[in-house]
């Protein structure tokens, strides 16, 4: 057998040991449905060292192999179950928590819109730069959500803001800035109940049942 063969038959039969491995019944009581008694524990080597533990040494192994230069489309463990050999995996990220309240992202973020949002005059028709930079955080910041604007849509964040809001403008608002939505993309998606707006305020937990 040529030598490139060997190679790719060792490297076959490890990704093949890798995935199977973990499915294996770990002792005689899960082949033989509980009946026999459990395989004791390891016993510690004569110099004291800690047990050996084969699957433990096959990870450690698995870990010193080179990965392949492949695009990193397996998570790494523990999202994924195993670490297959050669091919590379990325980590997980895991996602921010759901925004409970708009209130707090709406006051921090909305100031430099006001003047725009409750005016009526003519002579300022589009927002100020200041405006259209507050809005990106909407999109970027995890403690809020671009769903909160939907309250400065529907007039329900009229009182953070000095004087009732323009209702053409704030529909405007993304569009005149940048953002591809047009005054009626933000109509249709603020009055769609399959978006699930966060509230203003946060839902208060429910007091404890006493016993």
Do not use: W
């Not at 990704?15 to 026999?36: E, M």
């Not at 995996?89 to 409970?100: F, L, R, S, Y």
């Not at 309250?151 to 053409?168: E, I, K, Q, R, S």
């Amino acid at each position: 057998m040529a030598p490139s063969n060997k190679c790719t038959l060792a490297i076959a039969l490890l990704v093949a040991f890798a995935v199977v491995a973990p499915l294996l019944p770990s002792s005689a009581a899960a082949r033989d449905g509980g009946a026999a008694k459990a395989a004791p524990a390891p016993a510690p080597s004569a110099s004291g060292d800690a047990p050996l533990h084969p699957m433990g040494l096959i990870d450690d192994i698995i870990g010193l192999i080179p990965d392949l230069p492949l695009p990193r489309i397996l998570p790494c463990p523990p999202a994924f179950p195993i670490k297959i050999p050669f091919i590379p995996c990325h980590n997980v990220t895991a996602p921010p928590p759901p925004v409970t309240e708009c209130r707090p992202g709406l006051a921090k973020y909305m100031p430099p819109c006001a003047s725009f949002l409750t005016s009526d005059d003519s002579s300022v028709p589009s927002p100020p730069s200041k405006c259209c930079h507050v809005i990106k955080p909407f999109f970027e910041d995890g403690s809020t959500s671009p769903l909160c604007l939907c309250h400065v849509v529907n007039g329900d964040a009229g009182n953070l803001l000095p004087a009732p809001v323009n209702h053409t403008r704030a529909t405007s608002l993304l569009e005149q800035c940048g953002y591809g939505f047009t005054s009626d993309n933000v109509t249709d998606i603020c009055s769609n109940r399959d978006f699930i707006i966060p509230p203003m305020d946060a839902v208060p937990s429910p007091p404890p049942r006493r016993h």
